[in-house]
């Protein structure tokens, strides 16, 4: 008779080959779950799209209006044909879409980025979708005999047409706030052409509450209505293409990629499609949770910038014309004030080519418009957040050798946007005499205690956050002009781009604003001022946060704040610092300050970059230490498991690169600051074909310390490394241990560059 204890080894035994066996049974795709993040921290959800890498094509359940905790919502009323509705349900049939709408229940649901299952309870049918990169298609099988109805529901401006017995095609207006001064004279439009496996009985179209049998319906809010008479379990499906340049085209595209009838062939592949792009990265020693989460997040950071060519052709919102793409994709879809920290910098590793004709994009956006975009939509530029954080993309590439792109065009677009529009936030109109203070005085000048505004309908000012972002963005400036020899533009932007010391207040030791006569603002509180959002003076954070956001000058902001001593305290000091009277009266003012370890936020992108910033003040255990807290405190593989708002990648992108072990502290400079790595292993892919390999010997939870380094068979002394040093593949070695070496990385020579030299 075997001792409990031999059969608790054997049950263990047995229960690990399971594992085993299991885990090489999944792929990098099964462990993809998109519903983590779908209930916000405080702000935005996300959604569990299905969607090819970069695709154009994007579903999603539409859930109950309202409920911004999407994975919380009661009810769903519908799946995506572009930007308009498709539901299919049974009883009465009405023009009003929220009659189509069906009770769900998470448990009976299959959620992944290349299909989405779930039962219509209300209807008691299932509806599956799955994608192609510019087509989709949904499958409803009902389980119950009777009457069922395929309802299509359209938004502003929309026409559609009914084409034969089985078909409809048409448009509708996509709206979007864009820059006042790109606008141009026209309207966007996505186009649809959709198919239905059976004809269409006893079709009717609806505008407002009136139904009709006419074939043909324009205005707002409007759609179709079929009934089918279902027996048993019967499928019905719907395939249908987009497009932004015709319904000829957008019936071409689905021709071109879901040629037949065949729900399973399309699936697999987009799981293929799926599985391909996560392959570039492969992981060794993560347990299933981290596994869960690391995939998860790379699915994340693959889902924005859109490619939106179509047969090599490609409408561009900024001239309202239809492109010849010659040999460079066109995307749009993005906000670099949110991606260039660590999304542009992870897709740059994976896919060098890809970022070529993403900043080819943004500089076709220049020509067609006359301004370089910030956050290009298919609608235009949004005027949202502040900066112009497309020059560190463009300078990020050119700097780590990706250069087939314009760099003399790029530097034009650069300089204009940085001269002639406005620096305030949300509104990107020409210059005024605020921005002048910038220029001649060199900071973005806030509003004095009871000076009132000269232009009431701005957007609050931001003084501080605008001069350091600035201050980062000119640097890019200077870069690229003394890279093509442009001397004097050089001299000039190397000054603005120290303009963050003139708010470094040394008095209260933080960032803080002046006014136009260069007076320190009256009784400003570091941690409270600025009023919701900090807005008057920081954009979404305080002062805690905004003082270390010198990217490009760490060295420099070191030797403001007194030495490495004073900055290292005053470092520490941010992840402990608490939050006045309550933290729930903190986050009510900062409801963007996610995530909190201190004043920290790790829900909001201007942190990312400050854990690492140890690294150059000689601690760069400490770096080891708060990266290794904030991912396994931070990330979950939950609906809860997001720090804060994902609506950009971005959040997710610094999961990835920091679970890897390292991070680029200042996109521009060619080089990453080194972490703590989560993986004994971690081999990634890169876009010429080379890979580039992190090992971590005894790496585990507690042994998280570095304790000596190599890359490529050489002695690694200093807390980061060189683009060029990968660039053709190579292997960093970490040996990793319990306890810090306090002396790895630490000299000051050891430290990463920055735009002051390092004394």
């Given at each position: 008779?075997?001792?409990?204890?031999?059969?608790?080894?054997?049950?263990?035994?047995?229960?690990?080959?399971?594992?085993?066996?299991?885990?090489?049974?999944?792929?990098?795709?099964?462990?993809?779950?998109?519903?983590?993040?779908?209930?916000?921290?405080?702000?935005?959800?996300?959604?569990?799209?299905?969607?090819y890498?970069?695709?154009?094509?994007?579903?999603?359940?539409?859930?109950?209006?309202?409920?911004?905790?999407?994975?919380?919502?009661?009810?769903?009323?519908?799946?995506?044909?572009?930007?308009?509705?498709?539901?299919?349900?049974?009883?009465?049939?009405?023009?009003?879409?929220v009659?189509?709408?069906?009770?769900?229940?998470?448990?009976?649901?299959t959620?992944?980025?290349?299909?989405?299952?779930?039962?219509?309870q209300?209807w008691?049918?299932?509806?599956?979708?799955?994608?192609?990169?510019?087509?989709?298609?949904?499958?409803?099988?009902?389980?119950?005999?009777?009457?069922?109805?395929?309802?299509?529901?359209?938004?502003?401006?929309?026409?559609?047409?009914?084409?034969?017995?089985?078909?409809?095609e048409?448009?509708?207006?996509?709206?979007?706030p864009?820059?006042?001064?790109?606008?141009?004279?026209?309207e966007?439009?996505?186009y649809?052409?959709?198919?239905?496996?059976?004809?269409?009985?006893?079709?009717?179209?609806?505008?407002?509450?009136?139904?009709?049998?006419?074939?043909?319906e324009?205005?707002?809010?409007?759609?179709f209505?079929?009934?089918?008479?279902?027996?048993?379990?019967?499928?019905?499906?719907?395939?249908?293409?987009?497009?932004?340049?015709?319904?000829?085209?957008?019936?071409?595209?689905?021709?071109?990629?879901?040629?037949?009838?065949?729900?399973?062939?399309?699936?697999?592949?987009?799981?293929?499609?799926?599985?391909?792009?996560?392959?570039?990265?492969?992981?060794?020693?993560?347990?299933?949770?981290?596994?869960?989460?690391?995939?998860?997040?790379?699915?994340?950071?693959?889902?924005?910038?859109?490619?939106?060519?179509?047969?090599?052709?490609?409408?561009?919102?900024?001239?309202?014309?239809?492109?010849?793409?010659?040999?460079?994709?066109?995307?749009?879809?993005?906000?670099?004030?949110?991606?260039?920290?660590?999304?542009?910098?992870?897709?740059?590793?994976?896919?060098?080519?890809?970022?070529?004709?993403?900043?080819?994009?943004?500089?076709?956006?220049?020509?067609?418009?006359?301004?370089?975009?910030?956050?290009?939509?298919?609608?235009?530029?949004?005027?949202?957040?502040?900066?112009?954080?497309?020059?560190?993309?463009?300078?990020?590439?050119?700097?780590?050798?990706?250069?087939?792109?314009?760099?003399?065009?790029?530097f034009?677009?650069?300089?204009?946007?940085?001269?002639?529009?406005?620096?305030?936030?949300?509104?990107?109109?020409?210059?005024?005499?605020?921005?002048?203070?910038?220029?001649?005085?060199?900071?973005?000048?806030?509003?004095?205690?009871?000076?009132?505004?000269?232009?009431?309908?701005?957007?609050?000012?931001?003084?501080?956050?605008?001069?350091?972002?600035?201050?980062?963005?000119?640097?890019?400036?200077?870069?690229?002009?003394?890279?093509?020899?442009?001397?004097?533009?050089?001299?000039?932007?190397?000054?603005?781009?120290?303009?963050?010391?003139?708010?470094?207040n040394?008095?209260i030791?933080?960032?803080?604003?002046?006014?136009?006569?260069?007076?320190w603002?009256?009784?400003?509180?570091?941690?409270?001022?600025?009023?919701?959002?900090?807005?008057?003076?920081?954009?979404?954070?305080?002062?805690?946060?905004?003082?270390?956001?010198?990217?490009?000058?760490?060295?420099?902001?070191?030797?403001?704040?007194?030495?490495?001593?004073?900055?290292?305290?005053?470092?520490?000091?941010?992840?402990?610092?608490?939050?006045?009277?309550?933290?729930?009266?903190?986050?009510?003012?900062?409801?963007?300050?996610?995530?909190?370890?201190?004043?920290?936020?790790?829900?909001?992108?201007?942190?990312?970059?400050?854990?690492?910033?140890y690294?150059?003040?000689?601690q760069?255990?400490?770096?080891?230490?708060?990266?290794?807290?904030l991912?396994?405190?931070?990330?979950?593989?939950?609906?809860?498991g997001?720090?804060?708002?994902?609506?950009?990648?971005?959040?997710?992108?610094?999961?990835v690169?920091?679970?890897?072990?390292?991070?680029?502290?200042?996109?521009?400079?060619?080089?990453?600051?080194?972490?703590?790595?989560?993986?004994d292993r971690?081999?990634?892919?890169?876009?010429?074909?080379?890979?580039?390999?992190?090992?971590?010997?005894?790496?585990?939870?507690?042994?998280?310390?570095?304790?000596?380094?190599?890359?490529?068979?050489?002695?690694?002394?200093?807390?980061?490394?060189?683009?060029?040093?990968?660039?053709?593949?190579?292997?960093?070695?970490?040996?990793?241990?319990?306890?810090?070496?306090?002396?790895?990385?630490?000299?000051?020579?050891?430290?990463?560059?920055?735009?002051?030299?390092?004394?």
């Amino acid at each position: 008779m075997r001792s409990s204890a031999a059969i608790a080894a054997l049950l263990l035994l047995v229960a690990g080959t399971a594992c085993a066996k299991e885990r090489l049974d999944k792929e990098p795709v099964d462990y993809v779950d998109p519903n983590i993040g779908g209930i916000g921290q405080l702000l935005t959800a996300t959604s569990p799209y299905v969607q090819y890498p970069h695709g154009m094509v994007r579903l999603a359940p539409i859930t109950t209006p309202g409920i911004t905790d999407r994975y919380l919502a009661d009810k769903i009323y519908g799946f995506p044909v572009g930007q308009g509705l498709i539901m299919m349900s049974a009883g009465a049939a009405g023009p009003r879409r929220v009659s189509y709408a069906s009770d769900f229940d998470h448990d009976f649901e299959t959620a992944t980025p290349y299909y989405y299952a779930v039962e219509l309870q209300t209807w008691d049918i299932r509806s599956e979708m799955t994608v192609t990169p510019e087509a989709g298609y949904l499958r409803f099988t009902t389980h119950r005999s009777g009457i069922t109805h395929l309802e299509i529901s359209l938004g502003r401006a929309a026409q559609f047409g009914i084409v034969g017995d089985h078909a409809i095609e048409g448009s509708q207006q996509i709206d979007g706030p864009i820059r006042e001064v790109v606008a141009t004279a026209g309207e966007t439009r996505e186009y649809f052409y959709l198919e239905v496996s059976q004809p269409f009985q006893a079709a009717k179209t609806w505008n407002g509450d009136k139904l009709s049998s006419e074939g043909v319906e324009a205005g707002d809010q409007i759609g179709f209505v079929s009934d089918y008479s279902m027996t048993g379990s019967t499928r019905l499906e719907v395939r249908f293409g987009i497009s932004f340049i015709s319904a000829e085209q957008a019936r071409r595209n689905l021709e071109r990629e879901i040629p037949r009838w065949n729900f399973e062939q399309t699936k697999g592949a987009a799981r293929v499609a799926w599985n391909d792009a996560l392959r570039a990265i492969s992981i060794s020693g993560a347990s299933e949770r981290q596994r869960t989460i690391f995939y998860t997040a790379l699915y994340r950071s693959l889902i924005r910038m859109t490619d939106i060519t179509e047969d090599g052709r490609y409408f561009s919102a900024y001239d309202h014309e239809v492109h010849d793409a010659k040999g460079h994709d066109f995307y749009v879809d993005d906000g670099t004030w949110d991606t260039f920290r660590s999304l542009h910098p992870l897709q740059l590793l994976l896919n060098a080519h890809q970022q070529e004709d993403v900043i080819c994009s943004y500089l076709r956006m220049y020509e067609q418009s006359g301004w370089l975009p910030s956050f290009p939509s298919v609608a235009g530029d949004q005027a949202v957040m502040i900066g112009h954080h497309a020059n560190q993309l463009i300078l990020d590439a050119y700097m780590k050798g990706y250069r087939d792109f314009d760099l003399e065009e790029a530097f034009e677009g650069m300089k204009k946007n940085a001269l002639q529009l406005t620096k305030r936030p949300w509104t990107q109109g020409l210059a005024t005499d605020v921005d002048q203070v910038y220029f001649e005085k060199g900071f973005y000048p806030a509003l004095a205690k009871g000076e009132l505004e000269v232009d009431p309908s701005a957007e609050r000012r931001q003084a501080v956050s605008v001069t350091l972002e600035s201050a980062y963005d000119d640097w890019c400036v200077a870069q690229i002009a003394r890279i093509l020899g442009h001397q004097q533009d050089a001299h000039t932007f190397e000054r603005f781009a120290g303009n963050y010391a003139n708010l470094y207040n040394s008095g209260i030791g933080f960032m803080a604003p002046k006014s136009a006569n260069g007076r320190w603002v009256a009784d400003f509180d570091p941690e409270l001022g600025g009023g919701q959002g900090g807005r008057d003076y920081f954009t979404e954070m305080n002062a805690w946060v905004y003082t270390f956001n010198v990217q490009h000058d760490v060295a420099g902001l070191i030797h403001l704040m007194g030495g490495r001593d004073a900055f290292n305290a005053k470092l520490d000091r941010l992840f402990v610092e608490q939050y006045g009277t309550s933290k729930f009266a903190f986050l009510g003012q900062f409801p963007d300050a996610t995530g909190l370890v201190g004043q920290y936020a790790q829900g909001n992108e201007p942190s990312f970059h400050v854990p690492y910033l140890y690294d150059f003040s000689g601690q760069p255990w400490k770096t080891q230490f708060r990266v290794r807290q904030l991912m396994d405190v931070w990330y979950g593989d939950g609906p809860l498991g997001l720090a804060g708002d994902d609506d950009g990648g971005a959040l997710s992108s610094w999961y990835v690169l920091s679970a890897l072990g390292f991070y680029p502290v200042c996109p521009g400079f060619p080089v990453y600051e080194i972490g703590s790595p989560l993986f004994d292993r971690a081999a990634i892919r890169m876009g010429n074909g080379r890979v580039f390999r992190v090992i971590a010997h005894n790496v585990s939870a507690q042994n998280k310390y570095i304790q000596s380094a190599t890359l490529n068979g050489v002695a690694l002394d200093r807390p980061w490394f060189a683009h060029s040093d990968i660039a053709n593949g190579g292997t960093l070695r970490l040996e990793m241990g319990a306890t810090p070496n306090r002396s790895w990385g630490a000299s000051v020579g050891d430290a990463p560059p920055s735009m002051t030299a390092v004394e």
